[in-house]
């Protein structure tokens, strides 16, 4: 059963940083295309980034040279390092398997809550 679970979110000040983590089981990153997604209050769901099976990374345009995505094999972990965080990046944040989830779960469960103030 593919599992993921999202933690590290918290309540920083504008230029802060965190780093968000998912635990993952059920699968290995080698089998699906990975990613962090995020909706902030009154907003549509937004694609962060994006790391491919082959280690390829996107990042959307809001976000770069600002967050930085990982994944761990070992500790079957991903992570988004993020930087310089400014007050529109406060969302709840969530990691995906995209192999398995359809448009409607993007943006769907538990997540993880950042908050950043100016």
């Known amino acids: 059963q593919v599992e993921l679970m999202e933690s590290g979110g918290g309540s920083v000040q504008a230029g802060g940083s965190l780093r968000l983590s998912c635990t993952v089981s059920?699968?290995?990153?080698?089998?699906?295309?990975m990613a962090w997604y995020r909706q902030r209050p009154g907003h549509a769901c937004e694609q962060v980034t994006v790391?491919?099976?082959?280690?390829?990374?996107y990042y959307a345009d809001f976000v770069k040279d600002r967050f930085t995505i990982s994944e761990d094999n070992a500790k079957n972990m991903m992570y988004l390092q993020m930087r310089n965080l400014e007050p529109e990046d406060t969302a709840l944040y969530y990691c995906?398997?995209?192999?398995?989830?359809?448009?409607?779960?993007?943006?769907w469960g538990q997540g993880t809550q950042v908050i950043v103030s100016s």
């Open positions: 790391i491919g099976r082959d280690g390829s990374t």
């Open positions: 995906k398997a995209l192999k398995w989830v359809g448009y409607d779960g993007l943006c």
């Open positions: 059920g699968f290995s990153f080698d089998e699906s295309d």
